[in-house]
C-alpha cells in the first residue's frame, strides 16, 4: 500500500497522559498536514510542513500539542496533559507541494481519552 | 473570514432521481473549491476540484462566484454514491477549509 499511513489506528488514554501519533506520507511527498475531526464536523487544520519546516499551525494548536517532521518523511504529532476535549478523530494528510496539488487523505486516528 | 457552509446535514434520495449538495463560501479573494467524499469505512478522498472542470463520477460542480456557491450535482443518483460529501476551498495552495460535510444517502 503506497498511501498515507497512521499509527496507531486507535488510541485511549486516561486524562492528563501523553499521547504521540504517527503519520508517514506518500514516497516523494514534500507536504504534510496534520487535521483533527470531532464529531458532526468536517477536518479542522492543525498545522502543515514542507519538507522539515513548520509553515503554519493553527490557533487550535494549544501549547500543549508539537509536531515535528524531522527528516522531512514521517511526521509525528504528540498531544501532552491530555483533555476530554482532545478527542477526536486526527487526520494527516500529504501532497507533493507544487501549487494546489491534491491532497491524500490517511485512515486517521482516533482518540479516546477518558 | 474564510468559511465554507454545507446547509443539509442529510439529504435522502431514491435511486435514479437528481441531486443537488449544496456548498457556499466565504473567502476575500480567489480560492481554489474541492468536493471530497468519504464512502463508509474508506478514507477521505478528492471528487473533484473546479480548475479542472471534470466529470467524476457523473457529479459535476461549477463554481458560481457571484453567488459564492460550488453545488455538487448528478443529474441520477446511484446507491453507491451513498458517502459523506464535504466541501472544502484552499486560497493560497495549501491547507484545506472545509465545510461540516453532507451526508448523502441514496435509497433503492
Known amino acids: 500500500d503506497t498511501g498515507v499511513s497512521q499509527d496507531p489506528r486507535h488510541k485511549i488514554t486516561k486524562r492528563g497522559q501523553n499521547v504521540t501519533f504517527r503519520c508517514d506520507p506518500i514516497?516523494?511527498?514534500?507536504?504534510l498536514y496534520w487535521y483533527r475531526q470531532t464529531l458532526g464536523q468536517g477536518p479542522e487544520f492543525l498545522t502543515y510542513?514542507?519538507?522539515?519546516?513548520?509553515?503554519?499551525k493553527s490557533r487550535l494548536l494549544s501549547d500543549r500539542f508539537s509536531a515535528e517532521r524531522p527528516k522531512g518523511s514521517f511526521s509525528t504529532l504528540e498531544i501532552q496533559r491530555t483533555e476530554q476535549g482532545d478527542s477526536a478523530m486526527y487526520l494527516c494528510?500529504?501532497?507533493?507541494?507544487?501549487?494546489?496539488?491534491?491532497?491524500?487523505f490517511g485512515p486517521g486516528t482516533r482518540l479516546t481519552v477518558l | 473570514a474564510q468559511r465554507v457552509t454545507q446547509p443539509e446535514k442529510l439529504l435522502s434520495v431514491f435511486k435514479g432521481a437528481p441531486v443537488e449538495l449544496k456548498c457556499n463560501y466565504s473567502?476575500?479573494?480567489?480560492?481554489?473549491l474541492f468536493w471530497y467524499v468519504q464512502y463508509s469505512r474508506q478514507r477521505l478522498q478528492l471528487l473533484l476540484r473546479?480548475?479542472s472542470r471534470e466529470s467524476i463520477k457523473g457529479f459535476t460542480a461549477d463554481l458560481n462566484k457571484g453567488e459564492t456557491s460550488f453545488h455538487l450535482k448528478k443529474p441520477f443518483a446511484q446507491e453507491e454514491d451513498s458517502a459523506m460529501y464535504y466541501c472544502?476551498?484552499?486560497?493560497?495552495?495549501?491547507?484545506?477549509?472545509f465545510g461540516t460535510g453532507t451526508r448523502l444517502q441514496v435509497f433503492p
Open positions: 494528510a500529504s501532497s507533493l507541494g507544487v501549487g494546489t496539488d491534491t491532497q491524500y
Open positions: 514516497s516523494e511527498h514534500n507536504r
Open positions: 510542513f514542507q519538507n522539515e519546516a513548520q509553515l503554519e
Open positions: 473567502y476575500s479573494g480567489s480560492p481554489e
Open positions: 473546479h480548475i
Open positions: 472544502a476551498l484552499s486560497g493560497r495552495g495549501d491547507k484545506l477549509i
